[in-house]
């Protein structure tokens, strides 16, 4: 018999050598990959950021100049100016107003036959909160008769609580902490299916800015005031930065009222206004556990805060004013230019006086605007938080420090996105939660809360709400926000083009249109101030020539204005597109009829204003070429929704995506 030789492989160790190599080069693969994807993820949420700040300074500023425009006011009587004046006049005034609000009758507001929506019947009971539930999930409308009275109820019980609500574990089995939720129905929505809708057994305590950005900011305020009327020992609220109507104005929740409430508009936004001052400004549970929005300062006094008014200051972002200011000199009488604009005159000679707050009064307002603006950040110290425009930034010494004082174990607060829904700084003593998801873009972050039993111990539950992103991989969720990021930072590079240009030219003195990777990323923080690793989105904004420098005209050349102006000078076009947002809001104010049209003089009287504020060197003879340039119908005046379609920056060519 014939033997057959058999063709040996390699011994069993040498195959077990080689699987264990491939598993670790996989590994290492997939690790990196990881890594890359996570930085990707965090310089996305990054650019994010560091916009949305840029846009809460540019708020700050506008909130300055609404005082300059109203100090411009002839305030005639019988015009319809009285709804601009109380949105931004002294809280003295505010208050004189508000008792006009208390004289409101909400059953002379007539529901029609019509309405076939949710009727609510005051007290409420729980079979009211189910309701409201059911009926806004399937995206129905509640009458403003049924909002007016919420609200004025709403306002009676908020006026009856402390400063700081004090909490205990000992009265229910654990407390639910939920951040910003930014008009994200569905976040909220999400919360209760998950943790249970507040009841007796639920307590729940959610930590301001429930307004702006989203869609459902009504719907969410109606939800939890009711849910407060019902559970007033179950569910509280503290303020937020975005409690504020002046905030409200950028960031959408005004247009988002006036656009479902129409003629009962006004009157909702007065009473929030009121609302808004009286919501409690922080909590404190089980005397050890600090909760409030933003942060804390080196200054903050939690015994001051407890003793305030605190619905002295409706809007925390209008600063304290000196006794008498100057206005713009005598430069002869009055000129009324319609309807719309009479309270707004570029001739003004009047000097007003304006009451000075004093200096206990000013300190009031400093602990205010810190406990709801303030970040944490790693170093020590309390500085000033430029980055946002108001609040400071407070380092863990200035953190161990007051709970020192007060005896505390830990302060929890909001108002920062966090990639995870929540984040843990200053040695675990500050929590961040956050609980709107996809606050940016569909992917960009998880949504979170947080639950405290008796032994304080934090315990987070993430989600993600999606309609879309469970059918992409988490590459493409990555690659979706990226490109929607570095989309408006080239935006934002557009706007700001020949400031720019003016910058990158002092390096390039022989005009070869390169500058080194150093001086392009020198001259874009110059210009943007937005404190982001510019050398490593270089790559993504500009075209790099062979030699390695920076061919910097290429960070616009993708970008162009849909409807150009030919008759208006190009650094006019410009500036209107950097600062159509702003523009957008006053016109809004002046506009107060809803028609969407202004007058060419009122919109002249205003950029004067405007540009006079923020010392915008545009003569006079360029806006007349403007105005004559958008009046299309040659009657003196300007559809508004067609002046700011002229300055939306488009891209030329389809954009590619990045990997």
């Not at 050598?17 to 996305?44: D, F, G, H, N, P």
Request: glycine share 6%; aromatic share 10%; proline share 3%.
């Amino acid at each position: 018999m014939g033997c057959g030789t058999s063709v040996r492989t390699g011994s069993p160790a040498k195959k077990s050598e080689r699987a264990i190599r491939a598993a670790i080069l996989i590994q290492r693969w997939y690790r990196c990959s990881v890594a890359r994807l996570e930085v990707r993820r965090r310089c996305t949420l990054s650019i994010f950021q560091s916009i949305e700040y840029a846009e809460e300074q540019a708020q700050l500023q506008l909130a300055t100049f609404f005082t300059f425009m109203l100090d411009q006011c002839s305030h005639p009587s019988g015009t319809g100016t009285d709804w601009i004046s109380h949105l931004f006049h002294s809280s003295s005034e505010c208050l004189k107003s508000s008792e006009a609000h208390e004289q409101l009758e909400y059953s002379k507001v007539e529901v029609p036959d019509s309405y076939h929506g949710l009727r609510l019947s005051f007290p409420l009971a729980t079979s009211d909160t189910n309701a409201l539930l059911h009926a806004f999930k399937k995206q129905q409308f509640l009458h403003a008769r049924y909002v007016i009275q919420l609200l004025h109820e709403t306002k009676k019980f908020l006026k009856q609580l402390p400063n700081i609500i004090h909490l205990s574990t000992s009265n229910c089995k654990e407390i639910t902490i939920c951040g910003d939720l930014h008009g994200k129905l569905d976040d909220l929505l999400l919360i209760f299916y998950k943790n249970g809708l507040p009841s007796g057994e639920n307590t729940y305590l959610f930590n301001g800015d429930f307004v702006d950005r989203g869609q459902n900011s009504m719907e969410i305020l109606v939800i939890l005031f009711a849910f407060l009327l019902v559970y007033p020992n179950n569910l509280h609220l503290n303020r937020g930065n975005h409690e504020d109507h002046i905030i409200n104005l950028r960031y959408g929740f005004t247009k988002e009222v006036m656009l479902k409430y129409k003629s009962h508009g006004p009157i909702i936004l007065k009473l929030l206004q009121d609302i808004y001052s009286w919501l409690p400004l922080a909590t404190i549970i089980d005397s050890k556990v600090l909760v409030l929005h933003g942060g804390i300062a080196d200054t903050t006094d939690l015994d001051l805060l407890s003793s305030i008014e605190r619905n002295k200051f409706k809007s925390a972002v209008r600063p304290p004013r000196s006794k008498t200011e100057s206005r713009l000199g005598d430069a002869g009488p009055r000129r009324e230019v319609g309807p719309k604009m009479s309270h707004l005159n570029s001739q003004v000679h009047a000097r007003r006086a304006t009451p000075e707050l004093s200096a206990a009064e000013h300190k009031e307002w400093k602990q205010v605007i810190n406990i709801l603006w303030s970040d944490p950040r790693k170093q020590k110290g309390c500085s000033p938080n430029n980055f946002r425009g108001g609040g400071c930034y407070f380092g863990p010494d200035v953190t161990s420090k007051l709970l020192k004082k007060y005896n505390l174990k830990m302060l929890v607060r909001s108002h920062e996105c966090k990639q995870e829904g929540y984040e843990l700084c200053h040695d675990g003593k500050v929590i961040t939660i956050f609980s709107a998801s996809n606050y940016y873009e569909e992917g960009s972050n998880r949504g979170a809360y947080l639950k405290l039993r008796s032994d304080l111990v934090p315990r987070f539950v993430q989600y993600q709400v999606s309609k879309c992103t469970r059918k992409l991989t988490l590459q493409q969720r990555v690659s979706m926000a990226e490109e929607a990021a570095v989309r408006s930072l080239r935006e934002k590079l557009y706007a700001h083009r020949s400031e720019l240009l003016a910058a990158f030219r002092k390096y390039d003195q022989e005009e070869t249109g390169r500058i080194s990777s150093s001086e392009w990323a020198s001259a874009v923080e110059s210009v943007l101030n937005l404190d982001l690793p510019w050398r490593t989105l270089r790559s993504r904004l500009v075209r790099l020539a062979s030699d390695g420098n920076v061919e910097y005209l290429s960070c616009f050349e993708d970008l162009k204005m849909e409807q150009p102006i030919k008759q208006v000078q190009p650094n006019l076009v410009e500036t209107l597109y950097r600062y159509k947002t702003d523009l957008k809001i006053i016109f809004n104010i002046i506009d107060k009829d809803h028609s969407g049209l202004i007058s060419i003089e009122e919109f002249r009287q205003t950029w004067k204003l405007f540009s006079s504020h923020l010392q915008i060197n545009i003569d006079d003879a360029a806006i007349d070429d403007l105005a004559r340039a958008i009046d299309s119908n040659k009657d003196g005046s300007i559809d508004f929704n067609e002046f700011l379609e002229a300055f939306r920056v488009v891209q030329k060519f389809e954009t590619k995506a990045i990997h």
